[in-house]
């Protein structure tokens, strides 16, 4: 059966295009140049980009006695640039199907060698599905033995003395592929076996390809990294390594190269090496690793963890829970203190400064506004010359909207998506000006990786859209009906993961805020990390939601704030659109009436992370109160900004400013 990249539905071998939704089954387009390409070729005939199906594969040839007395004597030394000896494979393939190609690493040979695992010769290089819309061998056979697969897993988890000799080789599975079934529950920081088998004394397992992503290593080095950052890197290493000593495959958080973090800034392993029997690796390697990282980085470590590091790389630290608790205390000691400048800092402010002059228009309001600001937004007055306590009804006098978005400067795909839709119906009479505005603003930040994110931030936008086309009509919807629609859309991205089979954090969902604004009645949802603020002459900056993550939850059951936020996962979302069925589904939804000139600001994490919103509304957000200020080009100036400093993630950003008068009755003219 051929599975649709699209809609994720089975169609016959034999269909060119998808029986469901239409999408070719055949050929695929090219993300940089929209050519059409075969689905079985690796780059573009038209641009050269990389645009196959690649994996990578490792090979293991089982040893014979008298090369397992001379493998003892090898070293740890992961690349030895050798060639590899006779490997028989079926011509430029890897399987007799002829559905992995080997892709050649350099001119001479599409495998090198790896001390991947004892007494095993391993070579490893990339492939190309030419079958990419098959399901592969491995996958039919866990379909067929789903059963038996389970009580593998359980009886190794329970009692691995009881084993048989070779279990996976009952199922046609090789040994090597037996810690990443162990340590599923870790996917995807542990990579998931795409395909493997057995071929006589040679084993074979297909991995994601992670070649691209950036090297924890570098960024460590390299990076201006919030210290809360590096330290949460480090505190999920050391969970790693617990994890790995029970499989014996400590040695994969030793190898610089093997450390990865992907689009979302997580950390994970391009595969596993086996330990070596005779010379297991120790915490004082790790230590000597770490020390490593922080002597060559461009930027300042506190002191504390650098004095950690030392105790760790000398030996004199080493118990785990002890090394995690001083972790943990150094986190929380970073939260009260002011994170290290890179040191490059100067120039990077000349830079900015040279880059945007324009901003000095931001500076504040100027002394003199329009007409139509200064006589709508002084404050009424009685008869005695005191404030009023009865604020005249509002309606609306104009509206001004729009919504941008930007992948950022690290990330290849934008899994963000928003949508605007809104009538705006002006009245002219003897009377003046009346504005009816009606309007839907969604805000979507998928995950799930970069095709995943991108199908399930878009597919709950489309949801809530058509919902809301049939639901509001005439009243404005209520709290009921709004969440009627979220936990609709909740379902539509779940059915797709359950149909999928897909599982953890490989299951596609979305964050959301939404706002659903009728002439003075607004109304905010929002489920995970994504935003929604107001900003007022009056109010100043409002936060109208709350985050839904660890740190914010544990905060709600009384923890302070430094310690809830000193946790390495307190930014890890407690509940998201798709992964889960609807009774894990509890949106916050809020009703808001607009009393004064108001500019609401629905953005993704990218745009607010780091305090952004917090630490610069005065410059960027507060001067588009004025009628005087386009917000086209304004949010546009914020978008630059938050590029520069929170360009690591999508960044998107929607912004509707209502402006009101005091409504008067015909009968007062």
């Not at 199907?97 to 790896?114: K, P, V």
Request: aromatic residues 6%; contains cysteine; negative net charge.
């Amino acid at each position: 059966m051929l599975i649709c990249p699209q809609c994720h539905a089975e169609n016959p071998n034999n269909s060119e295009m998808c029986q469901h939704c239409g999408t070719s089954l055949t050929h695929q387009s090219c993300p940089q140049c929209h050519r059409e390409a075969p689905l079985d070729v690796a780059s573009c005939p038209g641009c050269g980009a990389l645009i196959g199906t690649t994996w990578q594969v490792i090979i293991a040839q089982i040893l014979s006695n008298s090369e397992k007395e001379s493998s003892s004597q090898a070293t740890q030394d992961i690349e030895e640039n050798l060639t590899p000896e006779c490997v028989t494979l079926y011509g430029d393939y890897l399987d007799p199907g002829q559905r992995y190609r080997l892709l050649a690493r350099n001119e001479e040979t599409s495998l090198y060698a790896i001390n991947n695992a004892p007494f095993r010769q391993c070579y490893q290089g990339q492939v190309l599905d030419c079958q990419p819309l098959q399901k592969s061998v491995l996958e039919v056979l866990f379909a067929d033995s789903s059963q038996l697969f389970a009580e593998t897993l359980d009886l190794m988890a329970s009692s691995p003395e009881e084993l048989p000799l070779s279990p996976w080789q009952q199922m046609g599975i090789p040994n090597l592929a037996s810690p990443y079934f162990t340590l599923k529950d870790f996917s995807p920081t542990i990579p998931k076996v795409h395909d493997a088998w057995l071929e006589e004394d040679r084993e074979v397992i297909l991995l994601p390809n992670r070649s691209e992503w950036q090297k924890l290593s570098d960024l460590l080095i390299h990076q201006p990294l919030p210290t809360l950052q590096r330290i949460y890197w480090l505190n999920e290493i050391l969970t790693l390594w617990k994890a790995l000593s029970a499989v014996h495959c400590c040695q994969s958080l030793l190898i610089d190269h093997n450390l990865r973090v992907d689009e979302d800034q997580s950390l994970g392993l391009q595969q596993l090496y086996q330990d070596s029997p005779e010379n297991p690796p120790s915490l004082q390697d790790l230590g000597k690793l770490w020390q490593q990282w922080l002597t060559q980085s461009q930027y300042c470590f506190p002191e504390g963890l650098i004095g950690l590091v030392d105790q760790l790389a000398t030996g004199k630290l080493d118990n785990l829970a002890q090394l995690r608790l001083e972790l943990q205390d150094l986190a929380e000691a970073q939260q009260n203190e002011p994170e290290a400048e890179p040191k490059a800092k100067a120039d990077a402010v000349l830079e900015f400064s040279e880059t945007f002059p324009e901003f000095e228009e931001f500076q504040g309001e100027p002394i003199e506004d329009s007409l139509e600001d200064s006589l709508l937004h002084s404050e009424p007055l009685d008869n005695t010359g005191e404030l009023a306590t009865d604020v005249l009804p509002m309606e609306v006098l104009s509206v001004s909207e729009c919504g941008m978005t930007d992948r950022g400067r690290v990330r290849p795909h934008n899994e963000d998506y928003f949508q605007m839709k809104s009538q705006i119906q002006t009245e002219y009479n003897n009377h003046g000006k009346k504005v009816c505005h009606r309007g839907l603003y969604i805000v979507c930040d998928g995950m799930g990786g970069h095709a995943a994110g991108e199908v399930a931030s878009k597919m709950a936008v489309e949801s809530l859209k058509q919902f809301f086309a049939q639901h509001w009509k005439d009243q404005f919807p209520n709290h009921e009906t709004l969440l009627k629609g979220i936990l609709l859309a909740n379902q539509t991205l779940y059915q797709v993961n359950q149909d999928n089979s897909t599982a953890g954090s490989g299951r596609m969902g979305t964050t959301l805020v939404m706002a659903l604004v009728e002439n003075t009645k607004v109304a905010i949802a929002h489920v995970g990390d994504s935003r929604a603020y107001r900003i007022t002459r009056q109010g100043g900056l409002e936060q109208l939601t709350v985050d839904h993550e660890v740190g914010q939850k544990a905060i709600q059951h009384g923890v302070e704030p430094e310690i809830a936020y000193a946790r390495p996962d307190a930014y890890q979302l407690t509940q998201a659109l798709g992964p889960h069925d609807n009774s894990c589904i509890q949106p916050d939804i809020r009703f808001l009436d607009v009393q004064e000139d108001t500019l609401f600001l629905l953005c993704s994490d990218g745009l607010s992370d780091h305090d952004l919103v917090e630490n610069h509304w005065e410059t960027y957000l507060s001067p588009l109160l004025s009628s005087k200020n386009n917000i086209d080009p304004g949010l546009n100036k914020l978008m630059t900004f938050a590029n520069r400093h929170n360009g690591h993630d999508n960044i998107t950003g929607i912004l509707l400013r209502i402006k009101v008068q005091p409504q008067i009755s015909l009968e007062n003219w």
